[in-house]
């Protein structure tokens, strides 16, 4: 049974009439209501699968787990054992579907052979029959009765996405909706609605049918309700367009309510939520990122309250008609407080919010780690480095920060330059995908103007850098022009950007590594600051950049000192893979640094499914001192509008400070062992990289050493053989800082094996799919063992280990390791119960350097590290 941080439970506040609660859990993700006992209760889930219940005034009536950790996607309460109360059923990404009764008791779990990620579950009840429905990745309804037995499957085309029940056709019947998706975010395969006994579809819409903005919006909520009030049931869908957007259908799929928002209330991955308060009142509740509507049941904006970027960003809304509440449920970023809202009040919508709980408690550990960078000055034994950090990024740290003396802070801007240059010559070398352009800004630059521009920056001293070219179109600016612009600005060119161009057999790719890029090499060492910064996602430092062309540019050291590999983790499920692929590159010499990048858009996995628009910095924080402790002395880093203070200044403070060193790679002592790649294997590489496509399920897609990495097994568990196992992620969400029980695994090409053999350094090898014992392949799931040999073999040689949080050991002289810890939970911030212990000598000094405790030496050390923060201890060795 996992453990789940027991909170002091807050005192019930009474602002304007409003009661909220603080939960003794986690991060809430969802929140239902449900009758029990002719009471209203709260049905709660927590990110990682962990599930509730509470009375309206915030008793716990009892807590239960999931058999693995993974995101339950949907939460249905319904009588099911026919005592008269509402019980539990739960479709979760580890591939069951359960029931547990109002009473906390596990009832039933459904399991299918093979494993599936469920993501809905629907319970239809006609003429004293119930019947539950479920369905995930597979493409299969299930049937189940009221015991968890399977009475039947259907082919349904897709990976469900929508599914509830409803008199939508008929007051006297219940029938299924069901809508499934073949692109992660937008359109549909299948949406209609389906009589559960003969499984036919009664009324379909056809795929290709233009439904006005449902078509192109992104649904982030869902619910059924009859807004029209004639005795049948509507469908209601909630989300966004960049503007919040409210679309309603009545069971023949007419259009009866919409509401799009205004331009001005735009804001980048707001996160869109909404619930219908009939009987109450005529009336929808609708959040987008920092607005809260009272929207009429056809859509009529009738009062808005909150601000762009600002307010408090609920998780789900859940009305309860009885008491005449609108409860939310948790906060965007890990929250575990329960909002309230009077709607019997005409004044509902502007009840005052508080906040409370986790998220108030990681605000206040920010603010003390913050306040302490400034007042840290390295010991007398911490040499500073004559390296600089180097973030490009628009936010201007306070004063403060910048003052400090501990390390060198360079800020640099980014521009996206795109130049009308005729691409005669790159048709003439390439063919007609050379005049393929990204459609997101205008070419509308000469070269003379591009050049003016960048010796403007030099004049003025002001350091630049350049977004060059992305996977729609590698060429934004000419070599020529890039040659150029370094010429003209060679003390302020900080480089050019490139995003996303993963394809090794792109013409316009394979042209830009075999002309552009030793002409690039050449510009760029004359110029001494400028690099390239490579931005790709998924997987693709630990796997693709193993394949064709990009093993030779990355992997053969012609190019390493003007590389800066850096991550594109939106919509990911492998993050962790591409951070310890990166350090992989950085620890093997294949490249002489590496970059951070963080961006609002990084708090995502399936991004419908991913609430954004977090306020709190905490994720970013702790994000970026794992990449700096790991020897990532670059940034790529949004100026994000939602952020609180002190933002970006918590980070920097801890920079300028010294409390985070200039890491060089040979002073990095918490790698473990190495995953070394051979042949990898390229089906599956396509197969994550190809990340719109949720119709990729197959039956071995479990069988893999990096498994479930695809888009449809978004949430779903890591199995106890995979790699992201022993590097300590358990399930694929957001896994940037993984926990490391075993110390770093970074991954290298099979070139390594000779030097880590020869030094005695524990590895192993696979392509991803399989691994390789004296060269024979191996399954995953027998391989697991090997790695779990080597991973341990590899621990017990470190002279520092640490269990519970994500962690780096740092030698700042040959007597003094700093190790640095971070709470693991990027979204799900809690306290972290840290062990640390020695392998051989124990050090005869322990310090936290921020708060000067001293910390009494022990075989193990008990420390916290604070939810949502960091903690940085220096151990003294004799």
């Given at each position: 049974m996992r453990k789940i941080c027991t909170i002091v439970m807050a005192l019930i506040s009474l602002v304007a009439g409003a009661k909220g609660f603080v939960t003794e859990g986690n991060g809430l993700r969802n929140t239902i209501t449900a009758s029990v006992k002719g009471k209203t209760v709260l049905y709660t889930s927590e990110l990682?699968?962990?599930?509730?219940?509470?009375?309206?005034?915030?008793?716990?009536?009892?807590?239960?787990?999931?058999?693995?950790?993974?995101?339950?996607?949907?939460?249905?309460?319904?009588?099911?054992?026919?005592?008269?109360?509402?019980?539990?059923?739960?479709?979760?990404?580890?591939?069951?579907?359960?029931?547990?009764?109002?009473?906390?008791?596990?009832?039933?779990?459904?399991?299918?052979?093979?494993?599936?990620?469920?993501?809905?579950?629907?319970?239809?009840?006609?003429?004293?029959?119930?019947?539950?429905?479920?369905?995930?990745?597979?493409?299969?309804?299930?049937?189940?009765?009221?015991?968890?037995?399977?009475?039947?499957?259907?082919?349904?085309?897709?990976?469900?996405?929508?599914?509830?029940?409803?008199?939508?056709?008929?007051?006297?019947?219940?029938?299924?909706?069901?809508?499934?998706?073949?692109?992660?975010?937008?359109r549909w395969e299948v949406f209609g609605i389906i009589d559960t006994e003969t499984k036919a579809f009664k009324k379909q819409l056809p795929k290709n049918k233009k439904l006005k903005m449902l078509s192109k919006m992104m649904i982030t909520d869902f619910e059924v309700a009859d807004i029209t009030k004639d005795g049948l049931d509507d469908l209601l869908f909630y989300g966004t367009n960049t503007a919040g957007v409210f679309i309603g259908l009545d069971g023949q799929f007419n259009q009866v309510a919409e509401y799009i928002g205004k331009n001005k209330e735009k804001q980048r991955y707001a996160h869109s939520q909404g619930a219908c308060l009939l009987p109450v009142r005529d009336e929808i509740a609708?959040?987008?990122?920092?607005?809260?509507?009272?929207?009429?049941?056809?859509?009529?904006?009738?009062?808005?309250?909150?601000?762009?970027?600002?307010?408090?960003?609920?998780?789900?809304?859940?009305?309860?008609?009885?008491?005449?509440?609108?409860?939310?449920?948790?906060?965007?970023?890990?929250?575990?407080?329960?909002?309230?809202?009077?709607?019997?009040?005409?004044?509902?919508?502007?009840?005052?919010?508080?906040?409370?709980?986790?998220?108030?408690?990681?605000?206040?550990?920010?603010e003390?780690?913050?306040?302490?960078?400034?007042?840290?000055?390295?010991?007398?034994?911490?040499?500073?480095?004559?390296?600089?950090?180097?973030?490009?990024?628009?936010?201007?740290?306070?004063?403060?920060?910048?003052?400090?003396?501990?390390?060198?802070?360079?800020?640099?801007?980014?521009?996206?330059?795109?130049?009308?240059?005729?691409?005669?010559?790159?048709?003439?070398?390439i063919g007609k995908d050379a005049l393929k352009k990204d459609k997101r800004g205008k070419y509308n630059l000469s070269r003379a103007e591009i050049i003016k521009m960048a010796k403007a920056y030099e004049s003025k001293g002001e350091p630049f850098t350049i977004w060059a070219g992305h996977v729609t179109d590698p060429f934004y600016l000419h070599i020529e022009t890039l040659e150029q612009i370094l010429e003209v600005a060679p003390n302020t060119c900080y480089g050019f950007v490139y995003a996303e161009m993963h394809d090794p057999n792109d013409p316009r790719v394979v042209h830009f590594v075999n002309e552009y890029m030793p002409r690039l090499a050449t510009a760029l060492r004359k110029n001494g600051k400028a690099k390239l910064y490579f931005r790709y996602k998924n997987m693709f430092w630990g796997a693709s950049s193993h394949q064709g062309i990009w093993k030779d540019m990355f992997y053969s050291g012609k190019y390493a000192d003007v590389l800066v590999p850096a991550a594109e983790d939106t919509s990911s499920r492998t993050q962790d893979v591409n951070f310890s692929g990166r350090v992989g590159m950085l620890m093997g010499g294949f490249v002489d640094d590496y970059a951070m990048r963080l961006v609002d858009d990084n708090p995502t996995s399936?991004?419908?499914?991913?609430?954004?628009?977090?306020?709190?910095?905490?994720?970013?924080?702790?994000?970026?001192?794992?990449?700096?402790?790991?020897?990532?002395?670059?940034?790529?880093?949004?100026?994000?509008?939602?952020?609180?203070?002190?933002?970006?200044?918590?980070?920097?403070?801890?920079?300028?400070?010294?409390?985070?060193?200039?890491?060089?790679?040979?002073?990095?002592?918490?790698?473990?062992?190495?995953?070394?790649?051979?042949?990898?294997?390229?089906?599956?590489?396509?197969?994550?990289?190809?990340?719109?496509?949720?119709?990729?399920?197959?039956?071995?897609?479990?069988?893999?050493?990096?498994?479930?990495?695809?888009?449809?097994?978004?949430?779903?568990?890591?199995?106890?053989?995979?790699?992201?196992?022993?590097?300590?992620?358990?399930?694929?969400?957001?896994?940037?800082?993984?926990?490391?029980?075993?110390?770093?695994?970074p991954v290298g090409p099979v070139e390594m094996e000779k030097d880590l053999k020869g030094a005695g350094i524990p590895y192993f090898v696979t392509d991803l799919k399989t691994g390789f014992i004296d060269g024979e392949d191996v399954g995953a799931k027998e391989f697991g063992k090997t790695i779990s040999s080597e991973v341990s073999k590899?621990?017990?040689?470190?002279?520092?280990?640490?269990?519970?949080?994500?962690?780096?050991?740092?030698?700042?002289?040959?007597?003094?390791?700093?190790?640095?810890?971070?709470?693991?939970?990027?979204?799900?911030?809690?306290?972290?119960?840290?062990?640390?212990?020695?392998?051989?000598?124990?050090?005869?000094?322990?310090?936290?350097?921020?708060?000067?405790?001293?910390?009494?030496?022990?075989?193990?050390?008990?420390?916290?590290?604070?939810?949502?923060?960091?903690?940085?201890?220096?151990?003294?060795?004799?």
């Open positions: 990682d699968g962990a599930v509730a219940a509470y009375s309206l005034e915030g008793k716990k009536l009892w807590t239960a787990n999931t058999e693995d950790k993974a995101v339950v996607f949907k939460m249905v309460a319904s009588d099911i054992n026919n005592d008269g109360n509402e019980d539990l059923l739960v479709a979760s990404a580890d591939g069951n579907i359960y029931c547990w009764s109002s009473k906390g008791q596990l009832l039933w779990k459904y399991s299918p052979k093979p494993p599936v990620s469920f993501t809905e579950v629907a319970v239809v009840k006609n003429n004293g029959k119930t019947q539950v429905f479920a369905g995930g990745n597979d493409s299969k309804l299930y049937e189940l009765d009221t015991e968890g037995k399977e009475v039947s499957t259907t082919k349904v085309n897709g990976v469900f996405r929508l599914m509830d029940s409803g008199n939508f056709l008929s007051a006297d019947r219940e029938d299924l909706f069901v809508m499934t998706y073949g692109h992660d975010k937008y609708f959040q987008h990122g920092g607005f809260m509507h009272r929207l009429s049941l056809k859509g009529e904006d009738l009062e808005v309250t909150g601000s762009r970027y600002g307010e408090i960003i609920f998780n789900q809304l859940a009305f309860d008609a009885a008491s005449k509440q609108l409860f939310a449920g948790g906060q965007v970023g890990g929250g575990n407080k329960m909002y309230t809202y009077p709607v019997n009040k005409a004044s509902w919508l502007t009840t005052p919010q508080t906040k409370e709980g986790r998220m108030l408690e990681v605000q206040k550990n920010i003390t780690l913050y306040q302490q960078a400034l007042k840290f000055t390295p010991p007398s034994y911490q040499t500073k480095s004559e390296k600089e950090w180097v973030m490009i990024t628009p936010f201007q740290p306070e004063a403060k920060v910048m003052k400090k003396k501990g390390g060198d802070l360079k800020l640099v801007v980014q521009e996206s330059w795109k130049e009308n240059t005729s691409r005669e010559e790159l048709v003439a070398a399936w991004r419908p499914y991913t609430p954004g628009g977090q306020r709190s910095v905490s994720p970013y924080l702790r994000n970026g001192i794992m990449m700096a402790a790991y020897g990532g002395h670059y940034g790529i880093i949004f100026n994000n509008s939602y952020l609180e203070d002190p933002g970006l200044n918590s980070l920097f403070a801890l920079m300028t400070s010294g409390a985070i060193p200039l890491v060089e790679k040979e002073d990095i002592e918490s790698v473990s062992s190495w995953m070394l790649i051979k042949d990898v294997n390229a089906d599956l590489i396509h197969s994550v990289d190809d990340h719109h496509n949720m119709k990729q399920f197959k039956t071995d897609d479990t069988n893999a050493v990096i498994a479930n990495s695809q888009m449809h097994w978004a949430g779903s568990t890591i199995n106890d053989y995979d790699y992201s196992k022993a590097l300590g992620s358990d399930y694929r969400w957001m896994n940037y800082m993984p926990e490391m029980p075993n110390g770093m695994i590899g621990a017990a040689q470190m002279r520092i280990n640490v269990k519970g949080a994500s962690w780096c050991a740092v030698r700042i002289d040959e007597t003094h390791i700093r190790v640095i810890m971070v709470d693991q939970g990027y979204i799900n911030p809690q306290d972290r119960e840290v062990t640390i212990t020695f392998n051989g000598s124990k050090p005869s000094k322990a310090v936290d350097i921020l708060s000067k405790e001293n910390i009494k030496v022990s075989d193990a050390i008990q420390t916290i590290v604070p939810a949502g923060s960091a903690k940085f201890i220096d151990f003294t060795f004799e």
